[in-house]
């Protein structure tokens, strides 16, 4: 039985602009998350990158990330290399930890719209081995009920459970709503959440929220049970859930890195130019996990 107290409420919407992305002309990005660490935690950011390339030149590159973990969504198109490819529906959480390079390559003409997030690391957890895991649409646990069809990709969730391991317990969750049908689904309550809608619009409690926003959760810093329920609007909708446990942690950030001095950061530089991160398709088996 849901109580009334710990029903979660809107609390905060943002609308993030479509800007001009890194990738060329044809590449626009919105911050959903960004700059707001603070209030977010364990969220760092998040960027919805949309690529419609008209072109046959390769965009992106090898780069370097530590300290953090990325958590990738492809909502659309198809993004990686010949050695590992996204499709649409997959889903990625690549634990960076001490240091790892990866690839993100766009070859040809092609649409994509991707959902990243950086994801804070537990302090004990910071400089963890690198690990990959893969998790593809198709063996994603889902359910579909009362014109509520719920994906499951990391986290417990609609009864649902996720295999991917996670260091920040965290829930990611894809849900497609039919016109005015109802979701109402526990939470942890001392989880932040915050959902973004992708299509339509929903109604959560007294406060509708439109596609392309950002509607930040209430939250109970105690331990125990949440409740979220939303109501689709006359279209439907497609909403993304984000919750997770924050880790109450300072953070300094700086280019491609995460952690908790400065010092650590320069470091972390000389350890990329002197090549002593490895790249993540060289990971063995035991640091590569494909559900």
Known sequence: MENQANIRNIVNIKTPPAQPGFLGPDH??????????EHSDPFILLMDDF?????????????????????????????????????QGDFQIMTAGSGIVHTETIEGRSRMRLLQMWLNLPKADRWAAPRVQDLAFENAPATEMNGVKTVLYSGAFA????????HVPLVVADI??????????SLPASYNAFLYVIEGNVMVGQQALEINQIGWLSRDSADGTSWLAMVAGADGARVVLYAGEPQHDEIVSHGPF????????????????????RHVSTLPEGQR???
Do not use: C, W
């Open 176 to 185: 497609r709503l039919q016109p005015g049908a109802k979701l109402s689904e």
């Open 159 to 166: 009864g649902l459970r996720s295999p991917v391991k996670n």
């Open 258 to 277: 995460i952690s908790d001095h400065q010092e650590e950061i320069k470091q972390l530089y000389s350890d990329f130019r002197h090549g002593k991160m």
């Open 51 to 87: 690529l419609d390339k008209k072109d046959d030149e390769p965009v992106g590159g090898p780069h370097p990330h530590a300290g953090f973990e990325t958590v990738s969504l492809l909502l659309e198109g198809e993004i990686g290399d010949e050695k590992h490819m996204m499709k």
């Open 289 to 291: 996990f494909n559900y």
């Open 28 to 37: 626009t990005a919105r911050a959903v998350v960004y700059h707001e660490f």
